[in-house]
């Protein structure tokens, strides 16, 4: 009963065969290899239009090097105040920005909306040279409460940022499994919906180490390419990180893979909502959040259960957790079954 994260799990096997195939033989390195360069034109294809697009070994590099990209040294990025580049990657955006500032801001649920995000754009703007100036608006799709912007959402979110000259970067460690519960397609989840800078990430949903960087408007990818090579991501035998793209969007596994997370989600949440232990949040991607009784946290572990205690701090209004209680995340993969599902919630009802 594996539910501490989609990255405990290992790579499809899919992923592991093309790695497998990609070892055969010799290719040039540093991404100049005819693998490489036909993912990159794959994914620019993926979101219909011209699109610049950098492989990366983990996702803390591809937002690291996408905020450093957009913003200056002295810009600060807004974000959700529990965003995970604000709290679980260990000052990598300010380490790659050479300093840059990230700003969190309050949100229910996860999520921005337009009126804090305007509100803050004009407290942190002005008072030059001594304010760090708003340069990016950082949004994750799905985010760390495990919700989903609806696209309207995201529109109205770019909007603001847009007109008030900031940038808009998308932290997509969980993309698929937003876009198949939008049923939305890549591009009307991007750059249809503002976003500047996507960080498309692949490794939880199936891939070993594989994101990507997708600047939509190649004309501001300039030096890119020195980014990535300075920040250690410029893999000598990047093949092997093409190839697991090459498999994840093969035969659309990667929508696949992630409709199943996110049915293992919905059956978890369902289930332990009939048993009086319903979700904090709503369940719109592959995270469940409950509430549970420290006897039945015991009980779980005890039987073999994994999974993290999480912070309260931003739970819905009339939420409590006491000290008699856990705040559990629950997350489920491309390889959570129903019988792990269902055996979960066995040994939480005793």
Same mark, same amino acid.
């Given at each position: ?6 990255? &405990?799990?290992? =790579? %499809?096997? #899919?992923?592991?065969? +093309?790695? !497998?195939?990609?070892?055969? *033989?010799?290719? /040039? ?28 070994? &983990?996702?803390? =590099? %591809?937002? #690291?090097?996408?905020? +450093?990209? !957009?913003?200056?040294?002295? *810009?600060?990025? /807004? ?40 509100? !803050? ?230």
């Amino acid at each position: 009963m594996n539910f501490a994260s989609d990255n &405990t799990v290992g =790579a %499809a096997p #899919a992923v592991l065969d +093309a790695i !497998a195939r990609a070892n055969g *033989g010799f290719a /040039l390195g540093y991404g100049n290899d005819d693998l490489t360069r036909a993912v990159e034109r794959r994914i620019a294809q993926l979101f219909g239009r011209d699109a610049a697009v950098f492989l990366v070994a &983990t996702g803390t =590099a %591809a937002n #690291a090097l996408s905020l +450093a990209h !957009a913003a200056p040294p002295w *810009g600060a990025v /807004l974000c959700h105040v529990r965003a995970h580049i604000a709290i679980d990657e260990c000052g990598a955006p300010e380490f790659f920005g050479g300093g840059l500032k990230l700003i969190g801001l309050p949100g229910a649920a996860g999520k921005l909306s337009p009126e804090t995000v305007r509100a !803050a754009i004009e407290r942190h703007s002005g008072h030059r040279p001594h304010f760090a100036q708003p340069a990016v608006l950082s949004l994750s799709q799905v985010t760390e409460a495990g919700t989903i912007y609806s696209l309207a959402e995201l529109k109205a979110l770019a909007d603001v940022a847009h007109a008030h000259g900031l940038a808009v970067h998308m932290d997509g460690a969980r993309f698929a499994n937003a876009l198949v519960r939008l049923d939305a397609t890549p591009a009307a989840m991007s750059w249809q919906a503002g976003i500047d800078v996507l960080s498309f990430g692949a490794t939880k949903g199936g891939a070993l180490a594989a994101e990507a960087i997708v600047i939509f408007d190649p004309a501001r990818a300039d030096a890119m390419h020195e980014r990535r090579k300075r920040g250690g991501h410029l893999l000598s035998k990047h093949r092997f990180v093409a190839a697991q793209f090459d498999a994840f969007l093969a035969d659309d596994n990667w929508l696949g893979w992630a409709r199943h997370a996110n049915a293992m989600a919905d059956r978890l949440a369902g289930k332990l909502a009939a048993t009086g232990l319903a979700p904090v949040w709503p369940v719109e991607g592959n995270l469940v959040f409950v509430v549970l009784p420290r006897a039945v946290d015991a009980r779980l572990r005890a039987a073999g259960a994994t999974y993290y205690a999480w912070d309260s701090g931003d739970l819905a209004d009339g939420t409590v957790v006491g000290d008699g209680d856990v705040l559990a995340r629950l997350v489920t993969s491309f390889v959570t079954t129903s019988r792990e599902v269902d055996r979960f919630v066995a040994e939480a009802t005793g």
